[in-house]
Each structure stands twice: as structure tokens, then as C-alpha cells.
T-cell receptor, first 111, second 114 residues
Framework: RKEVEQDPGPFNVPEGATVAFNCTYSNSASQSFFWYRQDCRKEPKLLMSVYSSGNEDGRFTAQLNRASQYISLLIRDSKLSDSATYLCVVGSTGGGNKLTFGTGTQLKVEL | DVKVTQSSRYLVKRTGEKVFLECVQDMDHENMFWYRQDPGLGLRLIYFSYDVKMKEKGDIPEGYSVSREKKERFSLILESASTNQTSMYLC?????????????FGPGTRLTVL
């Protein structure tokens, strides 16, 4: 079983739609959680950290369910510029501050 | 702004050549990482370093070595390049924080081994 699992998509949605991505992780001792965004042929960049209480940044809402080992990302009012691959990322408890990356979910926002 | 730079965006090498990939960060981060990214496999950690002259194996270290002589610089070495090392190589850096911290990535080096 992969340490971090995501549906690869692609999710094709019309502009203005609300879309949700889910992710599960296997290590119950994981302590930090992130969503990264990666544009085609570019490096990954942090979109937002994910906290147990849930957090929101504009049109983006991230939630963490530690009991189910599940992370979600909700994007409201999708824009064409939201088209990218979204990576679910989990911080390990071992040395070196390693992060484990999911393989990503591809989003395509269309007119 | 954190800046992580990599020596080349594109590189073409021949099988058996020794390849050096250089990474430099300007934010005084303790941690530095080398990943490779392949379609369907995502980012896989090759090596990382949490201090000068310190290195730790990641998930796929075979065929690679690293060097960290200065805090800001982390080099990835392919001793004898093979075609299965054709990939996108990404360097990242971060501050030390228990449980993991945001990593900042360089633009990547797309390596082709012929």
C-alpha cells in the first residue's frame, strides 16, 4: 500500500464549479500535512498547510481527519488558472524532516 | 523570497558518463533533498542532508551519491549514468521542524541519458 494515495484524475470541471480532492495516508504517527500545487513542467509549490481544525485560504479549504487518516482539498468557484496537479503531502516522524508526496491529482478547468 | 537554483534545466548525457547536478539555496536552510519525478510514480526521495557533510539515504539511493561541503550547496552525482536514470530531478530545501516542514523546490533538471 502506498504511504499517500490520491486519485490521479483528471478531474475536468467547468469554470465556476466546486471540486474536491481526497487523499489517504497510511502512517498514523504523521505530524504535518500539506497540499502542493504543480503546474505542467514546473516545480511543486506549497498551496497550503493542513491543520486538524481545518483551514481556509480564499477559495481553498483544507481539512484533516486524523481518525480516518484522510485529507481533503476543496476548491470553490474554479478558475482556468487553477488547472494544475495537486499533490497531497505528509510529513514523517523520522529524522530529516522528510515529506512523502502523493502522485497527484490532475485538475483541468474548462470554459 | 526563498530561492533554490539548479545548475541546468536540461541535460543530455551518454550511458556510462559521470553526471553532476548542483543545487544552491540562499535561505540558510539546514535540510536539503534530492528527488526524481517520473510519470505515475510521483516524487521519490533519493538522498537528503540535514547538515554540512551529513547525508542520509532516501527511498531510491541506488546508483546515486551526494555531497554537501557547504550549507547552501547540495550535489547529486550519478557515477555511471544509465538510461533508467532519465528523469526530472528536483532539489528542495527546508528549515528543521519536528514532524516535517514546508520544502522549497528548485526549477528541476530534466536529464536524458542516451
Amino acid at each position: 500500500r502506498k504511504e499517500v494515495e490520491q486519485d490521479p484524475g483528471p478531474f475536468n470541471v467547468p469554470e465556476g464549479a466546486t471540486v474536491a480532492f481526497n487523499c489517504t495516508y497510511s502512517n498514523s504517527a504523521s505530524q504535518s500535512f500539506f497540499w502542493y500545487r504543480q503546474d505542467c513542467r514546473k516545480e511543486p509549490k506549497l498551496l497550503m498547510s493542513v491543520y486538524s481544525s481545518g483551514n481556509e485560504d480564499g477559495r481553498f479549504t483544507a481539512q484533516l481527519n486524523r481518525a480516518s487518516q484522510y485529507i481533503s482539498l476543496l476548491i470553490r468557484d474554479s478558475k482556468l488558472s487553477d488547472s494544475a496537479t495537486y499533490l497531497c503531502v505528509v510529513g514523517s516522524t523520522g529524522g530529516g524532516n522528510k515529506l512523502t508526496f502523493g502522485t497527484g491529482t490532475q485538475l483541468k478547468v474548462e470554459l | 523570497d526563498v530561492k533554490v537554483t539548479q545548475s541546468s534545466r536540461y541535460l543530455v548525457k551518454r550511458t556510462g558518463e559521470k553526471v553532476f547536478l548542483e543545487c544552491v539555496q540562499d535561505m540558510d536552510h539546514e535540510n536539503m533533498f534530492w528527488y526524481r519525478q517520473d510519470p505515475g510514480l510521483g516524487l521519490r526521495l533519493i538522498y537528503f542532508s540535514y547538515d554540512v557533510k551529513m547525508k542520509e539515504k532516501g527511498d531510491i539511493p541506488e546508483g546515486y551519491s551526494v555531497s554537501r561541503e557547504k550549507k547552501e550547496r547540495f550535489s547529486l552525482i550519478l557515477e555511471s549514468a544509465s538510461t533508467n536514470q532519465t528523469s526530472m530531478y528536483l532539489c528542495a530545501s527546508s528549515l528543521i521542524l519536528a514532524g516535517g516542514n514546508e520544502q522549497f523546490f528548485g526549477p528541476g533538471t530534466r536529464l536524458t541519458v542516451l
